[in-house]
């Protein structure tokens, strides 16, 4: 008998109405379309509006969205993890609320914080959950509000970022399909170059904290772009060399849509043309852990049952990986 694996049986996703555009954030901060978009590849991002509604509020639509298509009782839900750097509080977990919201009243669930490649942490754990032989489903989410921890006086973090959030059902397996190798990586000397100084245990939040504005993410673009090439396209090589995968072998690679010229160096040294790489970062910026799970969202029905797929991300922390996935199912 095979290994059992962990494979990806339904994919749920949800973003917000709001569209902020790049023609509104230039009458907010100096900047126009024609720099974003050369720089960056966003035209627009997706804000959760409304008082009181954290990232929870995405992840339970996008829960509710996959039960729904795969047809699912809630109650036959093991697990749910999530991912995201902006939970609705330091506790309880976020994944405690939404398992809550869409009635997996029999799961366990938690947290994982790992930044912009926080679903594939994630997805690696909840894999291991159902490579144990113990859990049968086990939904895996990825979503950001990062709308809540953006300074929109900071042109060169506000232009970048959005709120949305997608998730995947894992499922136990005998077929050659499903999650198939995984590498992740981290570098905590990248909190130099990206962060957020406040609202931990080391600076707690106070009328001082607040006053210099340390609630907000802090990058220095241009070492973080640097990491980010280099490390993602290099893990997203290892794991294709690993797995004796040539560029003719991936049917498309799913990278965290960070920035489209990162994007484009991962690809170039995977040795994939454009059609094999999704992109969905015009319409929704940079949603963090929400990326991957997004793009699964919005191109599933291009995956055919077999088709080998990399996902690979880079974030804060610094956090990097890439995810060998056989897609299990051919979408309805």
């Known amino acids: 008998m095979t290994k059992l694996k962990a494979a990806i049986t339904g994919v749920g996703g949800y973003v917000p109405d709001y569209v902020l555009t790049n023609d509104e954030l230039a009458t907010m901060v100096d900047t126009n379309d024609e720099w974003i978009t050369t720089r960056t590849g966003i035209k627009e991002r997706r804000i959760l509006k409304g008082e009181n509604a954290g990232v929870s509020v995405m992840g339970i639509q996008a829960v509710k969205n996959m039960l729904a298509k795969t047809k699912t009782d809630p109650k036959e839900i093991d697990a749910l993890i999530f991912a995201t750097v902006t939970p609705d509080m330091t506790f309880p977990a976020t994944a405690n609320l939404v398992a809550t919201e869409v009635g997996a009243t029999n799961a366990f669930s938690y947290d994982v914080s790992a930044a912009c490649s926080g679903f594939l942490f994630a997805l690696n754990a909840g894999a291991n959950h159902i490579e144990s032989g113990r859990y049968k489903k ?17 042109r060169t973090t506000c232009i970048i970022f959005g709120d949305g959030a997608g998730c995947v059902m894992l499922e136990p397996t005998h077929e050659e399909v499903g ?12 909190v130099n170059y990206l962060h957020m100084k406040a609202g931990g245990s080391k600076i707690p939040a106070s009328h001082d904290s607040v006053d210099k504005r340390q609630h907000f993410v802090y990058q220095e673009g241009s070492a973080v772009f640097k990491f980010a090439v280099t490390n993602m396209a290099d893990v997203s090589a290892q794991i294709m060399e ?12 799913l990278p965290h849509q960070a920035n489209k010229r990162i994007i484009d160096a991962t690809a170039s040294r995977m040795g994939l043309s454009d059609d094999k790489v999704l992109m969905n970062i015009e319409r929704y910026g940079n949603t963090t852990a929400g990326t991957i799970p997004l793009l699964l969202w919005d191109f599933e029905k291009k995956f055919k049952k077999g088709d080998n797929l990399i996902f690979a991300a880079f974030g804060g922390g610094f956090t990097w990986g890439a995810v060998y996935v056989k897609w299990a199912y051919n979408a309805s």
């Open 138 to 154: 086990v939904i895996v989410v990825g979503g950001d509000k990062m709308s809540a921890i953006v300074d929109y006086t900071d």
């Open 179 to 190: 999650i198939i190798d995984t590498i992740l990586r981290s570098d905590g000397s990248g």
């Open 242 to 253: 690993k797995n004796n995968l040539s560029s003719e072998d991936v049917a498309f690679l």
